[in-house]
């Protein structure tokens, strides 16, 4: 390994991210929405569980279209959030505390209320150009705009394009029709959003997670895609690596902890956006591990999780991202994805055993461990019996489109209910009191009614809850250099519900072992067999795995 990239991964590899889902976390002052005071009151608990930075979705005013992911101003507080003070407040006390705050900065699109795509709409020349517009035919009117210019889809649901009758063009939106695509092209565009980064650095932050940033390089041309839904024209785009390279150096951000979300991927691309030779970002999240439960590819089809296909990705992103220097974001849960144990696991019969075992697998490879806020405690999905309890644009989106497709609404449900955003959105769960301690008023989404026994408070007296197995793998990630930046291989063990691998230091080796069932797998015998961690209080047999059993011996 070369000098800079082992540094790259003693520093990387040391840290753990807490991710905060701001108006699911704490809210302190009773409307029902997490806040920035409300984090504040809680940085002792991320203190305590040993995090070293903390990830909070974004505050920055806007319509709240898509939860606050589409911007309407980069450089303000959300009302609902709280105000600048309280995020001076929130900063100065977690740099107390040794922990640094990470921004979600929003660039590839901002919401249509942003003062810059009100002007676009106004006519004026210099911020149409900010925008992905394009003429309609002479003769478009609102009630026949005719084609759009590709027949690309949102990732919500439907076309990407939205026709504006007073300009008479369109303009691209990948996501939402409020939240439209900026053009990354002009180079206007980009020494804005540099600036941007330039004002939240003033203000002391010095990590930033890039919202799917891997596709603000837009193609040149615009072509149908007769294939898919329009994603290979535009992901990891023809001048990504660039703009990113300028994005980092104009920001002045080269160096901070920085991570990119990285949409329908390649490794190669992400060697080349986190390996620090290239000072671009610092690490990458990727997303085919979480796809391996989609029939063919397809979020709104289910299928059981194919354990193998799940092991061989993980094998080729961990092996092939430390051959080329790159860096990878562990997680499994986020505010866009349903929780793992629910997924992955069975939260029915081995609830702990399988919330732990998720864990274990992800934390102890080489990259660094997001954890996404009530992961920790062994939060569930949503306990939702309809339609009508779901906040989320693309669940209300799906729900119909499914129907649509030929779906009963009854199947539709089903779906929605596995898939859902709102199955990781649910409000974190402190305690067992009303609306667990997370709001003294109405919570804006239903909490799930497990949170009697599955809160924050309830699992810190047991030295055997979700939480203290949570702690104690972060520990064992701050006290082992093979953990932060050994080499990983993957090992066969001849089952295919099994997924192990070991790392190695120097004259080092430990080897993780996870069995994703709940029949017993064989082990391989690791030599020396001392335990640096398992979730099984008694040790068991060296050559056999328990249900769900996981655990990470010293050989
Ligand atoms: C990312 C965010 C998601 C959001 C989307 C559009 O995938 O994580 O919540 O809807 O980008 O900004």
Redesign the pocket.
């Known amino acids: 390994m070369r000098q800079e990239e082992m540094q790259h991964a003693r520093e990387l590899g040391s840290k753990v991210v807490y991710q905060i889902y701001i108006r699911s976390f704490c809210d302190s002052n009773g409307d029902g929405f997490g806040d920035l005071r409300g984090i504040t009151s809680k940085l002792d608990y991320l203190a305590e569980l040993g995090v070293d930075c903390v990830w909070i ?1 974004p505050f920055f005013p806007s319509p709240q279209n ?2 606050g ?2 911007v309407s101003d980069y450089r303000a507080i959300e009302p609902i959030f709280g105000t600048m003070d309280d995020f001076e407040e929130l900063s100065r006390e977690a740099e107390k505390r040794g922990m640094s705050l990470m921004l979600d900065m ?1 660039f ?2 901002t919401s249509t209320e942003h003062e810059w795509f009100q002007r676009a709409l106004a006519g004026d020349p210099k911020y149409l150009a900010y925008y992905k517009f394009v003429d309609a035919a002479p003769d478009a009117t609102a009630e026949n705009p005719g084609e759009p210019p590709t027949n690309w889809e949102s ?1 919500f649901g439907g076309n990407a394009w939205a026709y504006v009758p007073s300009l008479n063009k369109w303009y691209l939106h990948l ?1 939402d029709v409020t ?1 439209a695509d900026l053009d990354w092209d002009n180079p206007e565009v980009r020494a804005e959003l540099a600036g941007v980064l330039r004002f939240w650095r003033g203000k002391g932050v010095r990590a930033f997670r890039f ?2 940033v891997n596709l603000i390089s837009k193609p040149a041309t615009w072509e149908n895609d007769y294939e898919g839904d329009g994603r290979r024209f535009y992901s990891d785009g023809p001048h990504i690596h660039e703009y990113l390279q300028e994005l980092v150096r104009e920001g002045g951000i080269d160096g901070l902890m920085t991570v990119g ?1 990285m ?1 329908s991927t390649s490794v190669e691309n992400c060697i080349g956006y986190s390996n620090p030779e290239r000072h671009e970002l610092g690490m990458t999240f990727s997303f085919h591990h979480l796809k391996v439960d989609y029939l063919n590819g397809n979020k709104w089809a289910l299928q059981e999780p194919d354990i193998a296909q799940l092991r061989d990705l993980f094998a080729t992103w961990q092996e092939q991202m430390a051959e080329g220097g790159g860096w990878n974001a562990l997680f499994w849960s ?3 994805q349903p929780r793992p144990n629910s997924r992955f696991g069975d939260t029915e019969r081995y609830w702990y055993e399988s919330s732990t075992l998720l864990a274990t697998c992800t934390h102890l490879m080489r990259g660094t461990p997001y954890i996404y806020q009530g992961e920790e405690l062994g939060q569930t999905i949503t306990d939702f019996t309809s339609i009508e309890q779901y906040r989320d644009v ?1 669940s209300v989106n799906y729900y119909r489109i499914l129907q649509e497709g030929g779906l009963s609404p009854e199947e539709a449900f089903e779906v929605v209910h596995a898939r859902s ?1 709102d199955d990781g959105r649910t409000p974190m769960a402190w305690n067992g009191r009303p609306n667990a301690g997370f709001t003294t008023g109405e919570p804006w989404l239903a909490l799930v009614g497990n949170y009697d026994t599955v809160n924050a408070e309830a699992e810190a007296a047991d030295p055997h809850s979700v939480r203290s197995y949570f702690k104690e793998l972060i520990r064992i990630r701050k006290e082992n250099p093979i953990i932060q930046c050994g080499d990983i291989h993957f090992l066969d063990v001849g089952s295919d519900v099994v997924i192990a691998y070991e790392r190695t230091l120097e004259d080092k080796r430990v080897v993780v072992q996870c069995n994703f069932s709940g029949v017993e797998q064989p082990a391989v015998a690791s030599g020396v067999e001392a335990v640096l961690i398992g979730n099984y209080a008694e040790r068991g047999d060296a050559m056999t795995l328990r249900p769900w059993e996981a655990r990470a011996t010293w050989a």
């Open positions: 979705t898509d939860n992911y589409d929003v590839n699109h990732k996501f939240q919202d799917v979300e949409s986020n505010h866009d693309e955003r």
